[in-house]
């Protein structure tokens, strides 16, 4: 089982372009999440899916877009990259939003925009 | 506002204990996470703690006082492999994790 995989693994990005960060999980689970990690701060939300079809905003979501068409994908577009959102982008996803439902981490993908 | 704090780094020898403590300033609280994360690799988790007290696992426990706002990861019988960052999140509301900085915890031979 792969569990979460992500693309690119890296990525090099010129500011003002566009990309798509992906995320597909094989759990069948119906929480998703985009996190971005820096240097010295905790991790933060980005977006969040509770399920196929809805999506939610996070703590830093201005900037990002992201949709949920099925169970398993979850992308996240940076329609016009800027340098403050270099960073490392993690998805996550949970069985369920509600008691311990741990959340599954992939790999991340390391992105900088200069 | 919301608020987790835990210590930067810590260092510690091989075969010892280390205890990194966590406290938590939240609006609700519907449990508390540890997750370790080795350099250049992604969170993996550990614990959850809803109910007050200590939950064991292994050479890992973690400990859940909601009064205080505080709760502790208790690493035994260190190994080097250890060395990691350790994060504690609590969940606030339905679906979002608040996250700490996490712990470098550094194990020396």
């Known amino acids: 089982t792969a569990g979460i995989t992500q693309a690119p693994t890296s990525q090099i990005l010129a500011a003002g372009r566009s990309m798509t960060l992906r995320c597909t999980q094989d759990?069948?689970?119906?929480?998703m999440y985009w996190y971005r990690q820096d240097l010295g701060l905790g991790l933060r939300l980005i977006h969040y899916?509770?399920?196929?079809?809805?999506?939610g905003k996070g703590e830093v979501p201005d900037g990002y877009s992201v949709s949920r068409a099925n169970t398993d994908d979850f992308p996240l577009t940076l329609a016009s990259a800027v340098p403050s959102q270099t960073s490392v982008y993690f998805c996550?996803?949970?069985?369920?939003?509600?008691?311990?439902?741990?959340?599954?981490f992939g790999p991340g993908t390391r992105l900088t925009v200069l | 506002g919301q608020n987790i704090d835990q210590p930067t780094e810590m260092t510690a020898t091989e075969g010892a204990i280390v205890q990194i403590n966590c406290t938590y300033q939240?609006?609700?609280?519907?449990?508390l996470f540890w997750y370790q994360q080795h350099a250049g690799e992604a969170p993996t988790f550990l614990s959850y703690?809803?109910l007050d007290g200590l939950e064991e696992k292994g050479r890992f426990s973690s400990f859940l006082s909601r009064s205080k706002g505080y709760s502790y990861l208790l690493l035994k019988e260190l190994q080097m492999k250890d060395s990691a960052s350790y994060l504690c999140?609590?969940?606030?509301?339905?679906?979002?994790?608040?996250w700490g900085a996490g712990t470098k915890l550094i194990i020396k031979p």
């Open positions: 996550a996803s949970s069985g369920g939003t509600s008691g311990g439902n741990e959340q599954f």
């Open positions: 759990m069948r689970h119906n929480a």
């Open positions: 899916s509770n399920t196929a079809g809805t999506t």
């Open positions: 939240t609006s609700g609280f519907n449990g």
């Open positions: 703690n809803v």
């Open positions: 999140a609590v969940k606030a509301g339905n679906y979002q994790l608040i």
